[in-house]
T-cell receptor, first 112, second 116 residues
């Protein structure tokens, strides 16, 4: 069982819709959670970080964390074709110091 | 502000050749990392350096060595390249983790390495 799991997709949504991306993780002691966006052939780019249970909003992006259920999600409102990319969930599992464990990523396609 | 700079951007090697991938950051970060990314496998940590003078193995260290040359620079060496090391290599840096949380990592543009 992978320690950080994401559905590989592709997740296809129409332009203007809400895209919902999910990530589950194995270690209940995890403290830090990050979402990265990666365009094809490019490097990962940080979108959101979240450390506490609940929602954190930044523009069209909302990260949601539920430590009891061990999942973190990313909502993208008013999805645009430019949001089409692979979204990577990264978790500091347990007491792993500086290390992050990445999920395999979910490919999002926003269709005009 | 360049952020994290990796060289070279592309490289083709023959099996058994050696090479060093260079990484430098100008954000005054304490921690630096090397990852490889393969199709369907996500990012996997090869080695990391929590601070200048220290290095530790990650998930997939076999076949690699690293050097934290100073606070800015962290290099990755392949002593005898193998086709299984064909991948995209990313260097990243971050502030040092606190007791309660990690700081986000910032990535370079990557090195695309092919080993024939």
């Amino acid at each position: 069982q992978k320690e950080v799991e994401q559905n590989s997709g592709p997740l296809s949504v129409p332009e203007g819709a809400i895209a919902s991306l999910n990530c589950t993780y194995s270690d209940r002691g995890s403290q830090s959670f990050f979402w990265y966006r990666q365009y094809s052939g490019k490097s990962p780019e940080l979108i959101m970080s979240i450390y506490s249970n609940g929602d954190k909003e930044d523009g069209r992006f909302t990260a949601q964390l539920n430590k009891a259920s061990q999942y973190v999600s990313l909502l993208i409102r008013d999805s645009q074709p430019s949001d089409s990319a692979t979204y990577l969930c990264a978790v500091n599992l347990g007491n792993a110091g500086n290390m992050l464990t990445f999920g395999g990523g979910t490919r999002l396609m926003v269709k005009p | 502000n360049a952020g994290v700079t990796q060289t070279p951007k592309f490289q083709v090697l023959k099996t058994g050749q050696s090479m060093t991938l260079q990484c430098a950051q100008d954000m005054n970060h304490n921690s630096m990392y090397w990852y490889r990314q393969d199709p369907g496998m996500g990012l996997r940590l090869i080695y990391y350096s929590a601070s200048e003078g220290t290095t530790d193995k990650g998930e997939v260290p076999n076949g690699y060595n690293v050097s934290r040359l100073n606070k800015r620079e962290f290099s990755l060496r392949l002593e005898s390249a193998a086709p299984s090391q064909t991948s995209v290599y990313f260097c990243a840096s971050s502030e040092r983790a606190s007791k309660y949380s990690n700081q986000p990592q910032h990535f370079g543009d990557g090195t695309r390495l092919s080993i024939l």
